[in-house]
């Protein structure tokens, strides 16, 4: 009995080369996050921190002795101590925090995903969500790094049943199941969705997996090997860092060389991983994780261009709270025995503490008279699905709005920056009698023109592109309107020396294209792009909503758009006069947001437009 005790008691020890390990992930996972220069893959962190957790979770249940419900309950008890009191604080504390220092526009979201939280699903509404973490375009959720606590909790809750169960003395099968878990994950990013295959548990689980089985191998390393193997895991760390980026699919092959370098440094336990400073990191590194990256978006919307001083003072912190939590949190209940059943009621009690602080806040901004009318909504066309989102190329054939009678039709198409037109160009094709006949998908010009998606090309993309042109013919419009996103450089498959050359080459084809097909062209160009979430800005700026207005400026794929335009003897119309005051843009028109987002015009907006949408149209047709 005593030497069962002691051989649990020595491998449930820390092992100092894996604590540095984690203060090494969570480093990397925090530079990424505060833009510390070199570190473009620091979100690899995060898979390194799976394969940690595989590798000492089935380590602790393979060396578990007594019935499998006594090692369940022990197991899932040991867990709840050791991740509820900390997030639980950490969900209550950014509950608050975003009630008074984000935007009151985004605190009915943060209250969904808060939930999410607290039911240990984050990475599920995020998934629902569609939230892209490696590309956020508006304010990201405080909440969003939950995701990866969301995956480990429904591993946990999994993986020690079905390993008892079943798996306990299989290590093939485990194996196998290891390597038909990377076949799904590859698949599911490379053939269905990145963003989905980014937050599905069963899209990580082979990361887990390769903890796992280093863990049932019991295969170790002698001699001076240790050192050796340390080095090539470590490189592979280093390698995966530098050369990674987020423009590449995750998790896809690339993902590959973080976790396997993970796995060769657990499997060597050489001392040559050990150091003081990160093994204390990594000590702390579950509390750091889960309060540094709701301070970084707190700081990145309080000053959109952070200095490098005021993140290194942010990081320490960050370090700070992490400290004070690990020591009168994460080590007081680490230390007591067994499960309380009234810590159940206190955990969903001072949940539902944070989630109404959220829900109380946002009622309060929703019901408080502003003298801006805030339109957040979308254009028809998207609820319709007119308006196709990324993974279809298929043009519906009911989109038609206007005079669905009339004989004379005009036809728009492009990106969502041409979807943003719809209202006025709706009310325009009403008044004048016009059916108006919508081609328009997301991320995706109209133009000739391959784009990259998640680090692979955007074949939908292309087949819409390549499809468009005969469309258009069998169409037979009075005009087509083409309205693109220019202001922002996209992720070219094929770039040429610069993006103004690549989207001036694809731009002329696919106008040469329509002038082929004897198409009358109408370009419209691109409107300021605002770089921030404007209705956010405004509100928390509503006595003084100049200081969300944004500069008049044209880049250069704007203003050749004007000039190919005009060479295959397309008709421009330019917008800009009626948005900006000179060199200002408003952020707010008549009481009104100009924009919705950051950078689409709202629909309220849009509409106002109509009257000098009509005169530049009638003046051209």
């Not at 990377?182 to 989905?196: G, H, P, Q």
Request: aromatic share 10%; with cysteine.
């Amino acid at each position: 009995m005593v030497e069962d005790i002691l051989r649990q008691m020595k491998t449930y020890a820390k092992r100092r080369d894996i604590q540095a390990l984690r203060g090494v992930s969570v480093l990397l996972v925090i530079f990424y996050h505060y833009s510390i220069g070199g570190f473009k893959g620091g979100f690899l962190g995060v898979d390194i921190f799976f394969v940690i957790s595989g590798f000492v979770i089935t380590q602790k249940i393979a060396t578990g002795s007594g019935s499998v419900r006594a090692q369940l309950l022990s197991f899932y008890q040991s867990r709840a101590r050791r991740i509820l009191p900390v997030s639980l604080l950490s969900l209550l504390g950014i509950a608050i925090a975003s009630s008074f220092l984000l935007s009151p526009l985004n605190l009915h979201q943060y209250m969904v995903e808060g939930i999410g939280v607290l039911l240990t699903i984050p990475n599920l509404i995020f998934l629902n969500q569609n939230t892209d973490y490696l590309s956020q375009s508006l304010d990201p959720s405080p909440f969003l790094h939950f995701w990866s606590l969301g995956i480990e909790e429904q591993f946990y809750l999994v993986w020690p049943l079905l390993f008892l169960l079943f798996l306990r003395n299989r290590k093939k099968t485990i194996y196998l199941l290891t390597g038909l878990s990377l076949v799904f994950a590859l698949l599911t990013t490379y053939n269905f969705s990145e963003v989905y295959s980014f937050y599905l548990p069963t899209s990580r689980a082979w990361e887990l997996l390769i903890g796992a089985s280093l863990a049932v191998s019991k295969k170790t390393i002698e001699g001076a090997k240790k050192n050796l193997v340390a080095c090539i895991g470590w490189g592979g760390v280093v390698l995966s860092v530098i050369l990674i980026g987020s423009d590449q699919p995750t998790p896809g092959v690339s993902t590959i060389l973080p976790v396997l370098s993970a796995g060769l440094i657990i499997l060597a336990d050489s001392k040559l991983s050990t150091n003081r400073f990160l093994e204390w990191l990594g000590d702390l590194s579950f509390p750091l994780y889960l309060v540094h990256w709701p301070l970084i978006v707190i700081l990145n919307f309080r000053s959109p261009e952070p200095s490098v001083v005021s993140r290194l003072v942010l990081i320490a912190l960050a370090v700070a709270l992490s400290l004070f939590l690990h020591k009168f949190v994460e080590l007081k209940f680490r230390s007591i025995r067994g499960f309380k059943k009234r810590w159940i009621g206190i955990y969903f009690a001072l949940g539902a503490v944070a989630i109404s602080t959220l829900a109380v806040s946002s009622y309060s901004f929703n019901n408080s008279t502003s003298a801006i009318k805030f339109d957040l909504t979308s254009p028809a066309i998207y609820d319709n699905g007119c308006h196709l989102p990324f993974k279809e190329s298929e043009p519906k054939s009911s989109c038609i709005f206007g005079d669905q009678t009339s004989d004379s039709k005009i036809i728009l198409i492009g990106d969502s920056h041409g979807a943003q037109w719809f209202p006025a160009l709706e009310e325009f094709a009403t008044q004048t009698k016009r059916k108006l006949v919508t081609f328009t998908k997301s991320g995706c010009p109209a133009t000739d023109l391959p784009l990259m998606r998640g680090g692979i090309t955007d074949s939908e993309c292309v087949k819409w592109q390549r499809a468009l042109p005969k469309k258009l013919a069998s169409e037979k419009p009075e005009y087509v309107i083409i309205a693109n996103a220019t202001q922002i450089t996209a992720k070219v498959a094929t770039p040429t020396n610069s993006y103004v050359n690549t989207w001036s080459a694809g731009f002329s084809s696919f106008l040469e294209k329509l002038k082929a097909q004897d198409l009358k062209v109408i370009v419209i160009g691109d409107t300021p792009y605002p770089g921030k979430n404007s209705p956010s800005c405004l509100s928390v700026h509503l006595k003084d909503p100049t200081l969300c207005d944004v500069t008049r400026t044209r880049t250069p794929s704007s203003t050749v758009t004007k000039e190919i335009s005009l060479k295959y003897g397309a008709v421009f119309i330019d917008p800009l006069d009626w948005i900006c005051d000179g060199a200002t843009c408003p952020a707010v028109r008549g009481g009104i947001n100009v924009y919705r987002d950051n950078s689409h015009l709202s629909v309220a907006f849009t509409r106002t437009l109509v009257p000098a949408l009509t005169d530049a149209l009638n003046k051209v047709t």
